[in-house]
């Protein structure tokens, strides 16, 4: 009942900067959090950051903290994730997910997921 597509996942130059965004349609009623996941090859997915849908609450992973910046437009149903000195262990596909509960970091907590968009950051 709930489809998220992400965009914005290009090639960068680490150092760089990248803003992927996540698009939700459907019953969005139904999401308390939203988060970002990312998958590495050979890796296991990996929480990025979360943030809640109705009253902004954020965290992040301390791989990522200082770096990237979640935010949303709930007027656009949109969740962002701004990265900024981006690094070659960066690279990764990335993942919008969405939760009817309360900031969990578990992926297996995460209800509805986006198909992906791949971050690639090159020396």
């Known amino acids: 009942q709930v489809q998220l597509v992400e965009s914005g996942g290009e090639l960068v130059q680490a150092g760089g900067s990248l803003r992927l965004s996540c698009a939700a349609s459907g019953r969005t009623g139904l999401i308390y959090t939203m988060g970002w996941f990312r998958q590495a090859p050979g890796k296991e997915r990996e929480f990025v950051a979360l943030?809640?849908?109705?009253?902004?609450?954020?965290e992040y992973a301390d791989s990522v903290q200082g770096r990237f910046t979640i935010s949303r437009d709930n007027a656009k149903n949109t969740v962002y994730l701004q990265m900024n000195s981006l690094k070659p262990e960066d690279t990764a596909v990335y993942y919008c997910?969405?939760?009817?509960?309360?900031?969990?970091?578990?992926?297996?907590?995460?209800?509805?997921w986006g198909q992906g968009t791949q971050v690639t950051v090159s020396d």
């Open positions: 997910a969405a939760t009817r509960s309360r900031l969990p970091r578990r992926l297996n907590e995460y209800n509805y």
């Open positions: 943030i809640s849908w109705n009253y902004g609450t954020k």
